[in-house]
């Protein structure tokens, strides 16, 4: 049994698909299927259900995967405490990020970062929130930007990087512009365009409609705010962003909502007690964001 098929047959559980599995890794989908071939003849089991169209894992595969994923975390953590006692970074780092994320001082920071430490491996996949945070407990992820209600997940630490209110944003025109001070219930009176669950924004919207007894009618969903801003410029619903969110769209009208009390997070989350690769990077993109480091 080697590393490399553990690595590939975790990219194949992950991606649910050869293909994709095969672009993460850089090889040939030839080369995956035989080396996850090999992998399963060693250990005397199928770990894929290969008949859907959608690779699936089997009993085997399931109880395989997280001691695939420690093994893997481990052969990092080799050289991540080589790299501590001979006071170099060096070795990989895997990243996710919210989907549509446009922040340009995240990628100041990871351009910073790589410039000061050109041999450590970066990697850098968007997903939403949920199966973010996730990914960084299981340590799929070394660190990740995630949107939420609250600082700190659970068993991880968080660095917020920012912090504001959320708003509804609305066409001119639009009958909520005629209400002095909109409380929630009026926002909910009519149809919303707006994140899908899974994601920090929809999360506070959930979060908030939920203490006030009351239930959203998301008419329409899209994971990029630009999409989320046309699909209300063109009437089709109340959009429910950030308050920078809003200054990006001068076609929509940004409307305090009072009851939309929960503040939108971006923070950053990773396991306690980051190896120096990881704590390198937080200190990189901190500064970038203009945090105390």
Excluded at 51 to 56: K, P
Excluded at 74 to 103: F, H, K, N
Excluded at 106 to 113: E, I, N, R, T, V
Excluded at 244 to 265: D, E, I, N, Q, R
Aim: hydrophobic share 50%; charged share 20%; proline share 8%.
């Amino acid at each position: 049994m080697e590393l490399r098929q553990l690595e590939y047959f975790v990219a194949v559980a992950e991606e649910r698909n050869f293909t994709r599995a095969a672009e993460r890794v850089h090889i040939s989908q030839s080369g995956v299927s035989a080396q996850v071939r090999q992998l399963e003849r060693e250990l005397g089991a199928e770990l894929f259900d290969r008949a859907a169209r959608t690779v699936t894992l089997t009993v085997a595969g399931k109880a395989a995967l997280e001691h695939a994923r420690q093994a893997l975390a481990a052969a990092r953590a080799v050289g991540q405490a080589v790299g501590e006692v001979t006071d170099l970074v060096r070795g990989s780092l895997r990243l996710g990020m919210v989907a549509g994320c446009t922040l340009a001082p995240l990628f100041d920071g990871l351009a910073a970062f790589h410039r000061a430490h050109p041999g450590v491996e970066l990697a850098l996949l968007e997903a939403d929130s949920e199966r973010l945070t996730e990914d960084v407990r299981t340590g799929a992820l070394d660190l990740a930007l995630i949107g939420r209600p609250a600082p700190a997940p659970d068993g991880l630490d968080a660095h917020v990087l920012v912090s504001e209110p959320v708003l509804a944003a609305v066409p001119p025109g639009h009958p909520l512009l005629d209400v002095p001070r909109p409380a929630l219930a009026d926002l909910l009176a009519h149809p919303l365009v707006c994140m899908p669950r899974g994601t920090g924004l929809r999360a506070v919207l959930d979060r908030d409609c939920a203490a006030h007894g009351l239930t959203p009618h998301v008419a329409l969903e899209a994971t990029a705010a630009a999409a989320i801003a046309d699909l209300a410029a063109r009437g089709l619903g109340a959009a429910v962003l950030s308050r920078s969110m809003t200054g990006s769209f001068p076609a929509l009208v940004p409307v305090p909502v009072a009851g939309l009390t929960t503040p939108a997070l971006l923070a950053l989350v990773n396991r306690p007690s980051p190896p120096p690769a990881l704590r390198a990077l937080l200190t990189a993109l901190r500064r970038a964001f203009r945090l105390p480091t």
